[in-house]
C-alpha cells in the first residue's frame, strides 16, 4: 500500500498580469520637447568645441560603440547644462547637433 501524502493546492503570485490579475497602472508619459525648445540647448552645447569636433569626427563612422559613446557623452553634457533633459531629448539633441552649423 502507497503511503498517502496530504494534499492542497499551490498558489504563486505572479507580478504579471494575467486571467486572475488586474492589469498593471497606466504610466503617463511627457510629451518630449519640440526641435524649437531644445534649439537652445543645442547652441549650447555647439559651443563646446572639443566635444563638437569629437562629435564631428565620429558622426558617419561604422564604429556603432564609438558613436554611441559620443552621444552619450553629448547627452552627458547637455544635462549638466539642463538636469530636466531627458534621455530621448538627449538623443534627438544629438540629431539636431548633426545638422547644426
Not at 37 to 62: I, Q, Y
Not at 84 to 101: I, P, W
Amino acid at each position: 500500500m502507497r503511503d498517502e501524502k496530504p494534499r492542497g493546492v499551490l498558489k504563486l503570485v505572479s507580478e504579471k498580469p494575467g486571467p486572475s490579475h488586474d492589469p498593471g497602472p497606466i504610466v503617463a508619459h511627457e510629451t518630449m520637447c519640440s526641435s524649437a525648445e531644445l534649439d537652445p540647448l543645442v547652441r549650447l552645447v555647439a559651443a563646446n568645441a572639443s566635444l563638437m569636433k569629437r562629435f564631428r569626427e565620429t558622426v558617419g563612422c561604422n564604429d556603432e560603440a564609438r558613436v554611441r559613446a559620443v552621444i552619450d557623452e553629448v547627452r552627458s553634457y547637455a544635462i549638466r547644462i539642463d538636469p530636466n533633459l531627458t534621455y530621448a531629448e538627449g538623443a534627438k539633441l544629438a540629431l539636431l547637433l548633426a545638422d547644426y552649423r
